[in-house]
């Protein structure tokens, strides 16, 4: 059996992952009401300050921007512009400016105003007084040492010696070149605003610096690398638990919880946050600090394609909360709202984007099994699907089953998978099936004929996902129930229920206690026994009526009367039952004369129906 075609359900997020070179886009915006949501999630996390800012942003690499919201806002960022200054550097190295090994003039700040006694903490505001050569660090650091302190240690004194060595002006200049029309540098990062000069960039830069690193149009693969060890991203466990709150309930809506483990596994993330709580005066004066709280990056998301290959699809991602006054203490912990109100914020801004990929892993399917049976010129074909990260059986799929190029029917997949329909053979294909009458397949198959194969194919209008199997189409012969007998034609009712395939029931054999029902089938079958009761009867009309109740009418008739059925199961050969007239423990024949009615049945081909008369006596 050969699937040509998976049809994803057709959401607009899902678009074709196999079209996605020409389409570019792997996700949609935002519905409404999702946004809403977003912002009352922001708006909450600023509850109890004064003022403030936010916003946020989602692009795909170079796709469609999906979401914004205030993503032309300027602010003073903190941290997030370090990779700014990161992405500068390496491109001087990969010009061949520099060198990653080179040593850097880095400073010891003593009389920083925040420096709480360690002229080298990572988190002080580097007075440029202080710069001076009894100030500098020795030996001096490389260039990677620094780089790598000023990403993941978020040390200003590391963002300080990197723009000491190429200059503001350059730092400028390279951002210009990007095409960041809202980024200025002005301030010595960590030291906040000074008068009028502060550092401001927006959403949009962010989005456009991370879209120019991961589509590889601003560093090479190597520098790339580089960069995104120096930003040392979260691990796929901390970003699958960052995500938590989203993919676990989308991915159970979807049907599939068993491919939240290792799409998480799959997701990657490269981001760098920050945090600035910035006094207006003194932090003892009026007004407080003034919190800034901000995150940008790379989001790289694992979509299924059609290959059975991940395509992990790059977004760009921002958000901010600046700007919020709070008085601390004793506000001090509204800082930490507005970062857990971020962290809440990510999923959601992700949600559709991580829905669509789902999707994806939800929509690859393989057949499990697949079973085809000619019947005189009739097919009857059954197919089960499974998804293929693990025991899903998907319902609602349609599947077109064809033999030869030729259709033969269509069918639903069902709540544990399975779809079966049955349809004309094709003209021509008879001379390709397999004559297999019984067992197995391959098993007492009576001609060497061409094995035939069978297709099955996901009907729908677009063509994303495929896999194949190959399962052998049989024909098969009706079952034959031949040689039926009873031991004896008058016998009386005994205490024993139906004995199949049992020893002889032994005792007196005139009249015997029961009779044994013998015949042969060609293959297993199962078999039905249907017991009728002749009565009296009175013909009118040609037809046999009670007789009671009827006046007129010529002659005498019987009728036969359903008094009971029993099913078993019988084998290939000589079978026989012994039948002492009970039906059930409480339910049994009146004794009377009685036909049966045997009829075998297997692979849904029905024997004629054979029938024996029998008396039972009182």
């Excluded at 061949?96 to 360690?118: F, I, N, Q, R, T």
């Excluded at 690193?213 to 796929?236: T, V």
């Excluded at 920050?274 to 989001?299: F, K, M, V």
């Amino acid at each position: 059996m050969r699937v040509s075609r998976v049809l994803l359900p057709a959401l607009a997020l899902a678009t074709a992952v196999a079209a996605s070179s020409a389409t570019g886009a792997l996700a949609a915006p935002l519905p409404t009401g999702q946004l809403q949501a977003i912002e009352r999630i922001y708006t909450e996390g600023m509850r109890g300050g004064q003022g403030g800012s936010f916003g946020f942003y989602l692009q795909q690499v170079g796709g469609p921007q999906l979401i914004a919201r205030n993503a032309s806002f300027a602010y003073d960022p903190s941290d997030a512009i370090d990779t700014l200054y990161l992405a500068n550097a390496l491109h001087e190295v990969q010009s061949g400016a520099d060198a990653l090994v080179d040593g850097v003039d880095e400073y010891a700040y003593p009389h920083s105003k925040d420096a709480e006694g360690d002229p080298t903490r990572a988190g002080l505001c580097p007075d440029a007084a202080d710069e001076v050569a009894a100030n500098r660090v020795t030996p001096p650091p490389t260039l990677g040492a620094v780089l790598e302190d000023m990403m993941q240690s978020a040390d200003n004194r590391a963002a300080r010696a990197i723009e000491l060595r190429y200059g503001r002006v350059a730092l400028n200049a390279f951002a210009a070149s990007l095409g960041m029309k809202g980024t200025k540098l002005e301030q010595i990062i960590g030291c906040g605003a000074e008068g009028t000069h502060q550092n401001e960039w927006t959403l949009l830069d962010a989005g456009l610096l991370y879209d120019r690193i991961a589509s590889g149009s601003l560093l090479s693969p190597a520098m790339r690398q580089r960069l995104y060890e120096d930003m040392s991203g979260p691990s796929p466990v901390v970003v699958g638990s960052l995500l938590a709150a989203v993919l676990e309930p989308e991915a159970r809506a979807l049907g599939v919880p068993e491919v939240i483990g290792p799409f998480a596994a799959a997701l990657s993330a490269h981001l760098m946050a920050g945090s600035a709580d910035l006094c207006a005066s003194s932090c003892s004066a009026p007004g407080g600090d003034s919190i800034t709280r901000d995150e940008a990056g790379i989001l790289t998301v694992p979509f299924d394609t059609e290959s059975g290959q991940l395509m992990p699809t790059d977004f760009v991602l921002g958000s901010f909360i600046t700007g919020e006054r709070i008085q601390c203490p004793p506000q001090c912990a509204l800082g930490d709202q507005a970062e857990a109100a971020m962290q809440a914020g990510m999923p959601e801004l992700l949600r559709v984007t991580l829905r669509a990929a789902l999707e994806s892993w939800a929509a690859r399917t393989r057949m499990v099994a697949a079973t085809g049976v000619r019947a005189g010129q009739t097919l009857r074909l059954r197919a089960t699907l499974a998804n293929v990260y693990g025991g899903l059986r998907p319902s609602g799929q349609a599947i077109e089953f064809s033999l030869g190029g030729e259709p033969v029917c269509t069918a639903t997949t069902e709540r544990y998978g399975g779809a079966s329909c049955s349809g004309p053979l094709p003209p021509g294909a008879a001379a390709r099936l397999v004559v297999c009458p019984s067992g197995p397949v391959g098993a007492h198959c009576r001609t060497a004929a061409v094995p035939a194969t069978y297709e099955a194919s996901f009907a729908g209008a677009e063509d994303l996902f495929a896999t194949s199997a190959t399962g052998a189409l049989v024909t098969r012969t009706p079952p034959v129930l031949s040689g039926a007998s009873l031991s004896a034609r008058r016998w009386r009712l005994g205490p024993a229920l139906l004995r199949v395939n049992g020893r002889p029931a032994g005792g007196v054999r005139v009249p015997p206690v029961g009779t044994e029902l013998r015949f042969s089938l060609n293959e297993p079958a199962a078999v039905r026994l249907t017991f009728k009761r002749l009565v009296r009867g009175r013909e009118v009309a040609g037809i046999c009526r009670i007789r009671r109740g009827f006046r007129g009418g010529s002659g005498s008739c019987l009728r036969a009367i359903t008094a009971g059925q029993l099913s078993f199961s019988a084998r290939a050969g000589a079978n026989h039952a012994v039948f002492q007239g009970r039906l059930s423990r409480r339910a049994r024949l009146r004794p009377g004369r009685y036909t049966v009615d045997l009829i075998a049945t297997s692979a849904g081909e029905v024997t004629p129906t054979r029938t024996l008369a029998f008396t039972l006596l009182p």
